[in-house]
T-cell receptor, first 116, second 113 residues
Framework: AQTVTQSQPEMSVQEAETVTLSCTYDTSESNYYLFWYKQPPSRQMILVIRQEAYKQQNATENRFSVNFQKAAKSFSLKISDSQLGDTAMYFCAFMKQNFGNEKLTFGTGTRLTIIP | DTAVSQTPKYLVTQMGNDKSIKCEQNLGHDTMYWYKQDSKKFLKIMFSYNNKELIINETVPNRFSPKSPDKAHLNLHINSLELGDSAVYFC????????????FGQGTRLTVV
């Protein structure tokens, strides 16, 4: 079974600073996908970024980028030029390549607060 | 034009009651899920359906019964509600074999008193 660990329950940074959220996972699979989801106070789950394990290149989406270290089973999220709207719970999630039987395994989340 | 919509958004009920949560998606996806988020914000899958067929049932008590009348709908019926069932329940959908994001509904906050 896969496990996902987020070791930082809470973090806070000043607006415009850069922050990195950590995530490690444990799996024996070779083909899988990793995600970061954001859950603002509205409760909506929003995809931030996705990484395919077979790709060495780190995914980026505007101010969001990941540092994917497959050998170390690490998948951290970097938020540059943080904004007040980035305040949310952030969940790291794992999905193995299991055709017709996909499911997301989530970490316990990191509560990020951006301070004005 | 909500992609995944759940009703109701809030549900307060007494122990022992039976309640249902409905979910609909207009994305044309063939797979739908129920996830449970507990009071510590931990999210865990409960069920998944692919083309109306139950695929995943993650050791959920029998009091929980999902039903998928068609690919666009997945309902969750809960019998004999218990205090421990209080949580936020999320419906989600995705297209199988593409391994792209799952789209989530806004969640139903269930409070059992």
């Amino acid at each position: 079974a896969q496990t996902v660990t987020q070791s930082q329950p809470e973090m806070s940074v000043q607006e415009a600073e850069t922050v990195t959220l950590s995530c490690t996972y444990d799996t024996s699979e070779s083909n899988y996908y990793l995600f970061w989801y954001k859950q603002p106070p509205s409760r909506q789950m929003i995809l931030v970024i996705r990484q395919e394990a077979y790709k060495q290149q780190n995914a980026t989406e505007n101010r969001f980028s990941v540092n994917f270290q497959k050998a170390a089973k690490s998948f951290s999220l970097k938020i540059s030029d943080s904004q007040l709207g980035d305040t949310a719970m952030y969940f790291c999630a794992f999905m193995k390549q299991n055709f017709g039987n996909e499911k997301l395994t989530f970490g316990t989340g990191t509560r990020l607060t951006i301070i004005p | 034009d909500t992609a995944v919509s759940q009703t109701p958004k809030y549900l307060v009920t007494q122990m022992g009651n039976d309640k249902s949560i409905k979910c609909e998606q207009n994305l044309g996806h063939d797979t739908m899920y129920w996830y449970k988020q507990d009071s510590k914000k931990f999210l865990k899958i409960m069920f998944s359906y692919n083309n109306k067929e139950l695929i995943i049932n993650e050791t959920v008590p029998n009091r929980f019964s999902p039903k998928s009348p068609d690919k666009a709908h997945l309902n969750l019926h809960i019998n004999s509600l218990e205090l421990g069932d209080s949580a936020v329940y999320f419906c989600a959908s995705s297209q199988s074999n593409r391994f792209t994001e799952a789209f989530f509904g806004q969640g139903t906050r269930l409070t059992v008193v």
